[in-house]
């Protein structure tokens, strides 16, 4: 069963405590600023999938945390400017993912495992989320503390996961397993993996991370990594030969982690409209606007991304295109599975601070 929130609703009644901020904007003009927008939604998100640990759920994988979730929370706690949830989520985070003696965390710990942390390897976008939430909160609350982890995970990031290929610098998705040695079409990239917002933040946090030549890489594989009739990027793309291909070692498909592709790059500018272009048309086209996992060799649909969040992710894309004037969907936040809902919020998040027209409250 799904959950749905209207965070004015809430405030204008009175049933949450919001900040200085909004309370004095509600109380003028009846309007909430974007950033306010997200903090009954995180509210609604923080109960369904944050232990009072600080352990953020993945409800799809019989309720094991990664560091990819550990950063969301962390990072839409900071919006949300909940300082205490961010302190527990961190605090959580580095005393059970940091286990591999550098400042990267391990990227899977399992409740039912013995020892929980089986695997050392990281997962280059977890660490990019949590370096992200700690530069924002080092900003937000003016703590340098987090400003020096931050600046930590950035360079250790660009010490252990960042290649020079023939397209440029590139992110490995893991220290290990995804190298040129490693498998025999890598470098293996994950284009999901650039979260545009967090390279951009951390390349300010330290000079040693190169964040202008990766968003380069980015951007111009998000162009030429297209693949089949649909033009869609795969999941894991092969970086070995002249040209990107899918990797071999997995399925030829546009599915749930390239979907985080055109969120990350609507996220952080409007400038790109070609690159997000083919996304809102394989939509259109394949499935009525509706996302999908597709097969690349046919564009075929080959199960439905049914869930409010995955909607979400097409409004946001379309409000950076300019094609619509509103998203419903995207504002009327609902939980449904961790992955989804995640993604339901960013988007939402997205939405607030880059294109507010598209917010029945700011229009």
Known sequence: MSRTVSFKAMLLAGSIAASPLAQATAAADDALQPVDYVAGSWMLYRHDYVTPEGRVIDTRANGISHSEGQGYGMLIAVIADDRKSFERIWDWTKANLYVRGDSLAAWRWDPAATPHVADTNNATDGDLLIGWALAKAAHVWKDSDYARD??????????????????????????????????????????????????????????????????????????????????????????????????????????????????????????????????????????????????????????????????????????????????????????????????HLLSLVAVAERYPRCLPDTQ
């Open 150 to 343: 931050a600046k930590r995970i950035a360079e250790e990031i660009a010490d252990k996961t960042v290649v020079d290929t023939a397209f440029g610098k590139a992110l490995l998705p893991g220290e290990r397993g995804f190298g040129a040695t490693d498998q025999p079409d890598g470098p293996v990239v994950n284009l999901s993996y650039w979260v545009y917002p967090a390279i951009a933040e951390l390349g300010v946090a330290s000079s040693r991370f190169p964040a202008d030549e990766l968003i380069r890489t980015g951007l111009s594989l998000t162009q030429t990594a297209r693949f089949g009739p649909a033009a869609l990027p795969a999941d894991w793309i092969s970086l070995k030969g002249r040209t990107p291909v899918p990797a071999s070692a997995y399925p030829a498909q546009f599915g749930h982690d390239a979907i985080r592709i055109p969120l990350y790059l609507a996220w952080y500018s409007r400038d790109h409209s070609d690159l997000l272009t083919p996304f809102a048309d394989a939509w259109r086209d394949i499935n009525n606007g509706a996302p999908s996992v597709i097969e690349l060799a046919n564009a075929a649909t080959l199960s439905q991304m049914p869930e409010a969040g995955y909607r979400a992710v097409t409004e946001l894309v379309d409000c950076s295109l300019g094609r619509e004037a509103a998203a419903p969907t995207a504002a009327a936040f609902e939980t449904t599975d961790y992955y989804p809902s995640t993604l």
